[in-house]
């Protein structure tokens, strides 16, 4: 069976799918202060986490530009795209551009760009369905249907220790300020139906805020015997199992996975950051 799988570089991906030859990653570019950083596998995550810490100004994300995907269609068998949430990035228009430009030249090529409405494990979700609805024997045009469906049922929520630089990037318009850092309180994030993030509650420390995210999925998951809980952690793992135990204590999920984030997941994340999709 041919086919790609292409996310950005916010498809926060387990080892096993990185080495998997049927994924291919394009990279989006970071910089902070005057240094420019791509993320690829060469992203190293303690010395751009010090670099956020040193830096007086907001580190800055740049997506793929068109060209970037379509090297990657240059490839014998379907193309699918997940992309990072267009109502955060660009990168879905970019690679929307892309597949248009390479229509005109390659007309019989089966291209899909599916817009994730999430970020990180979301991403990763959609793309580990995608391979189990292709190796299943499911046509392109019946993968495209089903995964619209996954995605449109898909939940993601976060808690990072700041959210200084989701505000200084502009990604938490319409929201209200809360004051993390005087009193500790740390919100529960999560995504909307349109791929936009809202506030959904808070708690006083980090811990509090992740029981009360767990008691959240419990309220919220429908039929978790069926899916699989994927949570994302810059540089803690310990507290991403943490919140695995709690949450299935509560919550019967199919089966579970935990991925460090990458560069782009790191940058907005931050050192300490949680997120989960289910």
């Not at 996310?7 to 030859?21: A, H, N, V």
């Not at 670099?51 to 530009?65: D, F, K, N």
């Not at 919220?220 to 949450?247: F, G, M, S, T």
């Amino acid at each position: 069976m041919s086919y790609r799988i292409i996310g950005d570089s916010c498809t926060d991906l387990p080892d096993g799918l990185r080495k998997d030859e049927h994924f291919k990653l394009v990279p989006l570019t970071l910089t902070v202060d005057n240094t420019v950083i791509n993320d690829n596998l060469s992203f190293d995550q303690k010395d751009f986490l010090k670099r956020i810490r040193e830096s007086q100004g907001c580190p800055q994300s740049a997506c793929p530009s068109p060209d970037d995907y379509m090297r990657e269609f240059d490839y014998n068998g379907d193309i699918y795209v997940v992309t990072l949430s267009s109502g955060l990035s660009g990168s879905y228009n970019s690679a929307e551009l892309a597949k248009r430009l390479y229509l005109e030249e390659n007309p019989h090529k089966k291209i899909e760009i599916i817009d994730s409405r999430s970020a990180s494990v979301g991403q990763t979700l959609i793309s580990m369905k995608l391979k189990e609805l292709i190796e299943a024997g499911h046509r392109f045009d019946s993968v495209i249907k089903k995964i619209n469906e996954f995605r449109d049922g898909l939940k993601t929520k976060f808690v990072l220790e700041s959210l200084d630089i989701l505000k200084k990037n502009g990604r938490l318009s319409g929201i209200q300020a809360v004051i993390c850092n005087v009193l500790n309180i740390k919100p529960i994030m999560g995504g909307t139906s349109e791929g936009t993030i809202c506030k959904l509650d808070q708690a006083r420390g980090i811990v509090k805020a992740l029981i009360s995210m767990a008691k959240m999925i419990e309220r919220d998951v429908i039929k978790p015997y069926e899916k699989i809980l994927a949570i994302a952690h810059c540089n803690n793992r310990e507290r991403a199992q943490y919140i695995r135990d709690e949450i299935l204590k509560r919550v019967p999920f199919k089966d579970s996975v935990i991925v460090e984030t990458a560069g782009v997941s790191t940058m907005y994340a931050n050192d300490g950051g949680i997120i989960v999709a289910y």
